[in-house]
């Protein structure tokens, strides 16, 4: 449910124009300024405006420390990536960035695969689906949204707050469905049975992990990772919608969230381990020419030093029918030498690393040669 980097491009390649701010989380309602100092935006980097940039929402919810969903961090590269507090229409606010240390992975975070689309992963539901944003220096001064100690019972109200999709976006007119100023809709938090019921099977609620709600309100697609609030605790964490059941955004649906409650213990561990984290990606040395051998060298880390690291070759295919260009892996090549064939020496190709701790994986490729 994070705006995708896909999504993103095609929003990139409309300009530098922003449309007239639109009100995230669909049905949502504008927030006043200062009324949410804790929202936190997960964006990727670059020059354009936030708002075309925005992937996912946080909440912080202590000094050195921010709450996310783990759907939004896991198998992504971190030098893609930056943090900005304190934005309100972020096209004309964007906050200020933080650094930050690195983050760290639910443990038991888990896909579970819808049953409209069970190859597409954007369209899966989730367990566990928290993470934890470690910064590399506490903010002071700002409030915090203090993790519940117990989770809000079926019936009672809740907010989320958001800067995603407010509708789905016209491929060819992009920029009005984002959700430039930050929203918020009041939900009624439902039980497991009616959730399930909702998405059409019970299979795709994890019960343990998951609270849901129901409103004329719905998250969207950048909507992930932000906060559901509850007299000034965090309860929740946006997680899914109605994407699982082949709904578009702003349909009415259940919405899924991460039961802050019952994941409290990882969200507010003194000492999370951290996924692998560097400020550069890896680089490719030697000479692509048949008969030469090619090296992947992997980033130096900055925190969360690997457990693990794995290699692998990709080497570009064109579709002949509409010049689509593709990368494919190249067969048994997952070391991080490659030896270069008269074949692959006719083709561009790059690298992967994939990095792990107990913290989370990391993905990084490095640039085409």
């Not at 919810?61 to 030098?79: E, G, K, N, S, W």
């Not at 369209?123 to 203090?146: E, M, N, Q, R």
Request: net charge negative.
């Amino acid at each position: 449910m994070r705006r995708m980097l896909t999504v993103a491009a095609a929003v990139l390649m409309a300009g530098t124009v922003v449309a007239a701010p639109a009100m995230a989380v669909s049905g949502g309602e504008p927030t006043p300024d200062g009324a949410a100092p804790w929202m936190v935006t997960v964006g990727f980097k670059g020059d354009e405006p936030l708002v075309q940039r925005e992937s996912c929402g946080g909440a912080l919810i202590a000094p050195d420390r921010v709450a996310t969903a783990a759907h939004c961090l896991d198998h992504v590269d971190p030098t893609h990536f930056e943090v900005h507090l304190g934005g309100g229409t972020l096209s004309t606010d964007p906050g200020w960035i933080v650094p930050i240390e690195g983050w760290s992975i639910n443990p038991g975070f888990r896909l579970i695969p819808s049953p409209q689309a069970p190859e597409d992963y954007s369209k899966a539901s989730a367990a566990d689906d928290v993470a934890v944003i470690k910064l590399a220096h506490p903010v002071f001064g700002i409030p915090t949204l203090p993790v519940a100690t117990r989770a809000p019972k079926p019936g009672s109200t809740v907010d989320v707050y958001g800067h995603g999709l407010t509708r789905t976006p016209d491929p060819k007119d992009p920029l009005p469905a984002l959700g430039d100023q930050l929203a918020h809709a009041q939900l009624e938090v439902i039980d497991d049975q009616a959730c399930g019921q909702s998405f059409g099977s019970q299979d795709v609620i994890d019960g343990p992990s998951v609270l849901c709600t129901q409103a004329a309100a719905t998250v969207c697609p950048g909507d992930s990772g932000g906060p559901l609030v509850q007299d000034g605790r965090l309860v929740g964490v946006v997680s899914f919608a109605g994407e699982v059941a082949g709904k578009q955004c702003g349909e009415p649906t259940a919405n899924g969230f991460a039961d802050a409650a019952a994941l409290r213990s990882f969200l507010t561990q003194p000492r999370p381990p951290l996924a692998p984290m560097t400020r550069n990606e890896p680089t490719i040395t030697g000479t692509k020419a048949a008969g030469n051998t090619l090296t992947c060298d992997a980033p130096k880390w900055t925190s969360g030093k690997p457990a693990k690291v794995d290699y692998a070759w990709y080497s570009n295919r064109v579709d002949p029918a509409n010049g689509f260009e593709f990368y494919v892996p190249v067969e048994g090549a997952t070391n991080p030498q490659l030896a270069v064939t008269p074949d692959l020496a006719a083709h561009k190709l790059n690298c992967g690393v994939t990095a792990s701790t107990a913290g989370g994986t990391v993905v990084l490729y490095t640039d085409i040669i």
